[in-house]
């Protein structure tokens, strides 16, 4: 049972939202393929960054934890957790564009995201030789620099984040040791700042605000293809 740990967890973060997507006044499941498509692109970016980091000891998998299926030097699990996560959060984002009339964050949103870029590219500077802090900071604060030019109204996808949150302090809690007799995920904390939120490096948050944004950037593209 113990080798099925991270697999559990990521089935069950996903269970509820993919139940939800067929409720029939808002299915969801009728935009699986704006997900699907969006969803391939970014996780090979993620996929191809994660087995660089693993292979140079940025971090690593506790084979305890595992069903002991790789692909390349990363887990099923780990693939897997690219899909479950990002297919919970754009769901949740799809459901507040009809459940909420107006974010609470359309009036700040353009704050928020200056403060952001402004605070990730210190960051990255400060910590250019932590391969950890030196990306996630990076590559997040040029994702949102990105966003801004283009006048993305960005609103949601900070309610989104926000909603995430306790959800990501349980799922990436379990998987850097809370409740656990040792991680599932290990980092190695010469790559990063040091600054654990709870077992959660804090750089976790900023590259899952990463994944989650380009998942939703990406749904939202495909959608409108389609429609």
């Known amino acids: ?51 660089i980091f693993t292979a140079i000891g940025v971090w690593g998998f506790n084979p305890e934890y595992l069903t002991g299926i790789f692909i390349g030097n990363l887990p099923l699990e780990e693939v897997l957790f690219f899909i479950c996560i ?60 990105y966003l801004k030019l283009k006048k993305v109204d960005l609103a949601f996808h900070y309610l989104t984040f926000l909603f995430i949150l306790p959800f990501f302090f349980a799922s990436n809690g379990l998987l850097t040791g809370s409740f656990l007799d040792a991680p599932i995920v290990w980092y190695n904390d010469a790559e990063n700042m040091g600054i654990r939120m709870f077992t959660i490096p804090i750089e976790d948050s900023i590259y899952g605000l990463l994944l989650i944004f380009l998942n939703i950037e990406g749904f939202r593209y495909f959608e409108n293809k389609r429609i």
């Open 1 to 51: 049972m113990k080798s099925l740990t991270y697999l559990l967890i990521d089935l069950a973060c996903v269970f509820v939202p993919l139940v939800a997507s067929f409720y029939p006044k808002h299915a969801f499941y009728k935009r699986w393929m704006s997900f699907i498509k969006a969803n391939c692109i970014v996780t090979i970016l993620f996929l191809i960054w994660d087995y």
């Open 86 to 145: 990002p297919f919970c959060c754009v769901f949740s984002y799809f459901a507040f564009t009809y459940l909420v009339k107006r974010s609470p964050f359309t009036s700040v949103q353009h704050h928020i995201t200056t403060i952001l870029i402004v605070v990730f590219t210190i960051l990255a500077g400060l910590y250019f030789n932590h391969w950890y802090t030196v990306t996630a900071c990076g590559f997040t604060a040029l994702y949102l620099m």
